[in-house]
């Protein structure tokens, strides 16, 4: 199994459809991870759990809502979204080391995701 | 506030040249890690190297060399010898250690997109 794995890694929705991106970590970290990449676009940060909790919304809208049930997974939940909203979505985890700060983050494949 | 700058957005080569890809970074923080990614047509970001920002030493990793300047802020990426598997886009990242929130962060540069033809 790869380290961290995402599904679908394709998605096609309307703009008012709902849907979930999943994420699941198999290393043992305890931070988790989601970031936007668009086109000629930097790579954004969206939100950051630390400890299943949430500890960073970059300014997120509130039609993207994250949910971490656990240490290992990582779900993104989809609604009303916009066509420039389309963009490959990567998860990614980490071990964050209290004081000393965090090991280097490893990436799922992401999903590329489609709004028409 | 933190931020990082590729400033080539697209580079060219022939199999077995050298490329150096450029960094260069802006924090205040002075304690951060900096990294390098690696991203096939695949998608996923491959990890390549941490370095803190107490270390110096220029490292090598078979035709990977990085070269760390503090005092200018860089951290460039040599590939010797290039190969066409190396065609890919790579990104230079920061996380700083500012505690609290800040842990994990990372900050991305635009990316440089490298084709090696053979």
């Known amino acids: 199994e790869t380290g961290v794995t995402q599904t679908p890694r394709h998605l096609v929705m309307g703009m008012t459809n709902k849907k979930s991106l999943k994420c699941e970590q198999h290393?043992?970290?305890?931070?988790m991870y989601w970031y936007k990449q668009s086109a000629k676009k930097p790579l954004e940060l969206m939100f950051v759990?630390?400890?299943?909790?949430?500890?960073e919304n970059n300014s997120v809208p509130s039609r993207f809502s994250p949910e971490c049930p656990n240490s290992s997974h990582l779900f993104l939940h989809l609604h009303t979204l916009q066509p420039e909203d389309s963009a490959l979505y990567l998860c990614?985890?980490?071990?964050?080391?209290?004081?000393?700060?965090?090991?280097?983050?490893?990436f799922g494949q992401g999903t590329r995701l489609t709004v028409v | 506030a933190q931020k990082v700058t590729q400033a080539q957005t697209e580079i060219s080569v022939v199999e077995k040249e050298d490329v150096t890809l450029d960094c260069v970074y802006e924090?205040?923080?002075?304690?951060?890690?900096l990294f390098w990614y690696k991203q096939p047509p695949s998608g996923e970001l491959v990890f390549l190297i941490r370095?803190?920002?107490?270390?110096?030493q220029n490292e090598i990793s078979g035709r990977y060399s990085w070269n760390f300047q503090k005092s200018t802020s860089s951290f460039n990426f040599t590939i010797t010898a290039s190969q066409v598997v190396d065609s890919a886009v790579y990104f230079c990242?920061?996380?700083?250690?500012?505690?609290?929130?800040?842990?994990?962060?990372?900050?991305f540069g635009q990316g440089t997109i490298l084709t090696v033809h053979p």
């Open positions: 990614a985890s980490s071990q964050i080391l209290t004081g000393t700060g965090n090991t280097e983050a490893f």
């Open positions: 290393l043992g970290h305890n931070a």
């Open positions: 759990y630390n400890f299943k909790e949430q500890t």
């Open positions: 924090t205040r923080d002075t304690t951060y890690y």
């Open positions: 370095r803190n920002s107490f270390d110096e």
């Open positions: 990242a920061l996380s700083e250690l500012g505690g609290g929130t800040s842990y994990g962060k990372l900050t």
